[in-house]
């Protein structure tokens, strides 16, 4: 087995986590057994066994957890899962203070943007992202030749966020928001401006210039996530995408908040992928 692979299992604004499988480091009498990553955990604890159970998988099955910034979308239970299951957890430190320094009885580990982190044979490369957090890092993976890019929670695209989603073969890539669908909610004037500002979150046009900018021979997916479930559609963020890529041949998905997505294999010959509208 040689996989890297990743499914979210929730997206929006209510709940965020995906979870990345690749492979432990390879032992001396025995084929390498999986390595699994938790993304985010925007969620309870319940919640999220309820998830893994769905993938045939237990908390106790998660050998890594990280937390990409604080907002309650996304931190949930993340520490409070690593504390109680004894899983190392990743979070840079400005996170994990704007979470209330909580006590992981000596999980937590210190994540620096452009510092590699090493699960098992996989790489992570964390990177600052411009969000209204107070230290947020989003994600680069990689194992022997393959990589791909969790981009989410971003109110613009900096040079820094468009080197690391470059030459990847998988992309997990923000589209919040409709910005006509934005101004005609029923959202006050101050969320409408945090949403939109350069700290908030990525309109889907925003997010087309970016896959644009980053399209290559060798992207397979682009799945988007975070999706406004007030200000947007999936209908919308496919018809960016797709102007994005023309007819290059990139398999476009949209990750729910119900069910996420489907497993993502970039390099397979027959990935066993899953399209669900957010």
């Known amino acids: 087995?040689?996989?890297?692979?990743?499914?979210?299992?929730?997206?929006?604004?209510?709940?965020?986590?995906?979870?990345?499988?690749?492979?432990?480091?390879?032992?001396?009498?025995?084929?390498?057994?999986?390595?699994?990553?938790?993304?985010?955990?925007?969620?309870?604890?319940?919640q999220l066994r309820q998830r893994l159970q769905g993938?045939?998988?237990?908390?106790?099955?998660?050998?890594?957890?990280?937390?990409?910034?604080?907002?309650?979308?996304h931190v949930g239970a993340a520490f409070d899962v690593a504390r109680q299951w004894q899983i190392p957890v990743w979070s840079s430190h400005?996170?994990?203070?704007?979470?209330?320094?909580?006590?992981?009885?000596?999980m937590w580990q210190l994540a620096?943007?452009?510092?590699?982190?090493r699960w098992g044979q996989m790489e992570a490369l964390p990177f600052t992202v411009p969000h209204d957090a107070r230290e947020?890092?989003?994600?680069?993976?990689s194992q022997q030749d393959v990589h791909i890019a969790i981009v989410t929670d971003l109110g613009h695209v900096t040079g820094h966020v468009a080197e690391h989603a470059a030459h990847c073969h998988a992309l997990l890539l923000e589209f919040n928001h409709d910005r006509e669908m934005l101004l005609q909610s029923r959202y006050p004037a101050f969320l409408k401006r945090r949403i939109s500002g350069r700290l908030g979150h990525l309109a889907n046009e925003v997010a087309a210039e970016l896959l644009q900018q980053v399209?290559?021979?060798d992207l397979q997916y682009v799945v988007a996530a975070h999706l406004s479930?007030?200000?947007?559609?999936?209908?919308?963020?496919?018809?960016?995408?797709?102007?994005?890529?023309?007819?290059?041949?990139?398999?476009?998905?949209?990750?729910?908040?119900?069910?996420?997505?489907?497993?993502?294999?970039?390099?397979?010959?027959a990935p066993s992928v899953s399209s669900l509208a957010a």
């Open 1 to 46: 087995m040689s996989r890297l692979r990743f499914r979210s299992l929730a997206s929006g604004s209510a709940g965020n986590a995906t979870l990345i499988e690749g492979l432990q480091a390879p032992g001396a009498d025995a084929a390498p057994a999986p390595f699994r990553v938790l993304v985010d955990c925007g969620m309870n604890a319940k």
């Open 55 to 73: 993938e045939g998988l237990q908390m106790a099955d998660l050998d890594a957890i990280f937390v990409t910034h604080e907002h309650s979308d």
């Open 94 to 106: 400005g996170t994990w203070l704007a979470a209330g320094a909580p006590d992981t009885a000596g």
């Open 112 to 117: 620096r943007d452009g510092q590699p982190l």
């Open 136 to 141: 947020p890092l989003q994600l680069r993976i």
């Open 215 to 217: 399209l290559h021979d």
């Open 229 to 269: 479930q007030q200000n947007n559609r999936p209908e919308h963020a496919l018809h960016w995408m797709r102007h994005a890529v023309q007819q290059a041949p990139v398999e476009l998905l949209v990750a729910s908040q119900e069910g996420g997505s489907g497993w993502i294999e970039p390099g397979a010959v």
